[in-house]
């Protein structure tokens, strides 16, 4: 191997370092010679990679060029050498406060919602009737001992494995340790030593969340057997709360999806359909009333899009809210643990267990999180994405060359299919949006419209792909990505492998459009408590770049009438029956204002009342 920074330093000085030229001339030389102890770039691979990254270089100065880049025989290889893990994180550190914001510091006991009225007698006739019960209501129920939280645990775990074969949001059942759990929780709870609203309550954990003694697969081929000696923080914390582990549930393979390496996790409201990923087992084993709550992560979409599709209530909270130790690393400066629950507020008490520094994850901030259930939410100044809940036209396809191939037409056609199927079902769907514009008048809510700042965001999400790659980096080199289920040309083997050719100086230039981004977005945000938008509108992408949390929260129900889905349509979603969903946005740590108005909401509405028909 050569070094790559004396390479990329020869090609600055040709005047080529902000270009792509670096990168593919790099990987070009690396696929002829990996190995090998001298470069092996010749004069036709800088005329290949000069093609492919759209410059021009004179014939004299290739020669300079192939000179220098020949004389570079020191590279990477000593840090490959090093084999780091997954857990190794860069030296950088992401940070989405701006100067001069002031952050909440002093915490304050958390005051939750009057206690749900309990029935009479020591508990429930049938324990299944709880199963769908809120985490608020489960933790009333728990704590006056009408239920234990033996009962629970083995309720969950029957429902587990009873919906299993049909849904497959299981990994690995943590069946022993949830018995043992519980049974402790029993015994301190009886004995008056009540941890609070979590004590005793079953969840599960995407199985990208290390827990000792059992195995934390990422959902991915070639790690089913991985075993990492350690419990994340977050199962510490979930831990000492008195909670209890009773599964690690699926992920799509390395975040990404729904698929993984046993099959395809599915959606409880339609199980023909994915549940969406990448928190695929969190959210349909919260949606199947499975377990009291999961967590899930974010880093572009993983708790939003599966919490849409199962009807979940799903938290994302600011960056850096949530220590991610012993979490798989995807993009160290956009991932993102989160609830995904039944209810808002059950959202806000795991929150509140499990944010705030660890000591380790060196990203998190200590800033407070008080949760206040009867916060007046009627004093929130409230913004909207206008335009967003405006029905769009389709942008016109781009003119098919005049040589087209056969192939370039098949795909032109696909594409005029999808788009033709889409259609009927965006203005189908766009009738919730403007009920719940509707139902928020009703409420009382005085919206003000909000713009957010347009930017070349996917040029900034090149970012998340480039980290995914170091990540990963030993998977693509040594081959082992081939064990991946997903191989097509938007799955991570093949992003990896692109990733490969972006050069540093696009990466630290996207950096720095991202900051723009940061400083842009709370401007146009700036004095609002909360921002109404629909869930699949371009937020989403720059909510995930700019830090700021998110409730994502189900929004209705899809008639009978509503345009069926069928595979064919090249769109996994949809139909009678499923769920849509409605998302608010917060100013960085604004989880308090946040979470309150959206329980405001919810409670007005009652979508998460309603629960699938399973059997």
């Not at 290739?62 to 290889?77: D, F």
């Not at 203005?427 to 003000?448: C, I, Q, S």
């Amino acid at each position: 191997m050569f070094d790559r920074r004396h390479f990329l330093t020869t090609c600055s000085g040709m005047g080529l370092g902000a270009t792509l030229f670096p990168g593919v001339l790099y990987a070009l030389a690396q696929a002829q010679a990996p190995g090998a102890s001298q470069p092996a770039v010749t004069l036709e691979m800088i005329d290949a990679a000069a093609k492919i990254a759209d410059v021009t270089i004179a014939e004299d100065y290739k020669k300079a060029l192939l000179s220098g880049l020949n004389g570079a025989v020191r590279g990477y290889e000593e840090v490959y050498k090093l084999h780091m893990s997954n857990s190794a994180p860069p030296s950088w550190i992401f940070d989405p406060v701006l100067p001069g914001t002031k952050l909440p510091t002093v915490r304050l006991p958390m005051k939750m919602s009057v206690a749900p009225a309990m029935h009479t007698g020591a508990a429930p006739k049938n324990i299944e009737d709880v199963a769908f019960h809120t985490v608020r209501h489960l933790a009333e129920l728990v704590k006056t001992r009408k239920v234990s939280s033996s009962a629970l645990a083995e309720m969950y775990l029957e429902r587990l494995k009873h919906y299993d074969p049909k849904l497959h949001f299981v990994i690995t059942l943590t069946e022993d340790r949830a018995k043992a759990q519980a049974k402790q929780a029993d015994k301190e709870i009886a004995a008056g030593k009540y941890r609070g609203p979590l004590h005793g309550l079953p969840w599960g954990a995407k199985d990208l969340l290390a827990v000792k003694g059992y195995r934390t697969t990422w959902g991915a081929g070639g790690f089913e057997d991985q075993m990492i000696d350690e419990n994340a923080t977050v199962v510490q914390r979930l831990d000492k709360a008195g909670a209890v582990l009773i599964a690690k549930l699926t992920l799509g393979a390395l975040a990404q999806g729904d698929h993984w390496f046993g099959g395809i996790t599915r959606n409880p409201w339609n199980p023909e359909q994915g549940s969406s990923g990448s928190s695929a087992g969190s959210s349909s084993a919260t949606a199947a009333g499975c377990v009291a709550f999961a967590i899930g992560t974010e880093t572009l979409g993983s708790i939003s899009s599966p919490a849409t599709r199962c009807g979940c209530t799903g938290l994302r909270p600011t960056f850096s809210m949530i220590p991610r130790t012993g979490a798989m690393a995807l993009s160290w400066s956009m991932d993102k643990i989160g609830p995904i629950c039944r209810a808002v507020e059950d959202c806000a008490i795991v929150l509140d267990s499990i944010c705030g520094p660890d000591g380790k994850d060196r990203a998190v901030r200590k800033v407070a999180f008080n949760w206040d259930a009867a916060l007046d939410w009627k004093k929130f100044r409230v913004g909207y994405l206008k335009s967003d809940f405006e029905l769009q036209p389709l942008p016109p396809l781009a003119d098919l060359p005049a040589d087209a191939t056969d192939e370039q037409k098949k795909q032109r056609q696909e594409q005029e299919q999808r788009r033709a199927d889409f259609r009927p079902r965006a203005e189908y769907d766009h009738k919730y949006d403007e009920a719940a514009l509707a139902a928020l008048a009703k409420m009382g809510v005085k919206m003000t419209p909000v713009t957010l700042p347009t930017l070349p965001y996917g040029a900034m999400r090149a970012m998340l792909t480039a980290e995914a790659a170091a990540a990963f980096d030993e998977l693509t080199r040594s081959g082992r990505d081939k064990l991946l289920t997903e191989q097509g040309p938007n799955d991570w083997p093949n992003a990896f492998r692109q990733a490969r050719f972006m050069p540093a100086v696009e990466y630290v230039q996207a950096s720095r459009a991202r900051y723009m981004a940061m400083e842009q977005m709370a401007k146009a945000i700036e004095g609002f408590d909360v921002i109404v938008a629909p869930t699949n509108s371009n937020q989403l992408t720059i909510t995930n770049l700019t830090g700021q949390p998110a409730v994502i929260l189900p929004n209705g129900f899809r008639g009978d009438d509503a345009p069926k889905f069928t595979s064919a349509q090249g769109g996994n979603y949809g139909g009678p029956g499923t769920p849509v969903s409605l998302t608010f946005l917060g100013q960085l740590y604004g989880e308090a204002k946040l979470l309150a108005f959206a329980r405001a909401y919810q409670e007005a509405t009652g979508f998460h009342l309603k629960h699938p028909k399973l059997d």
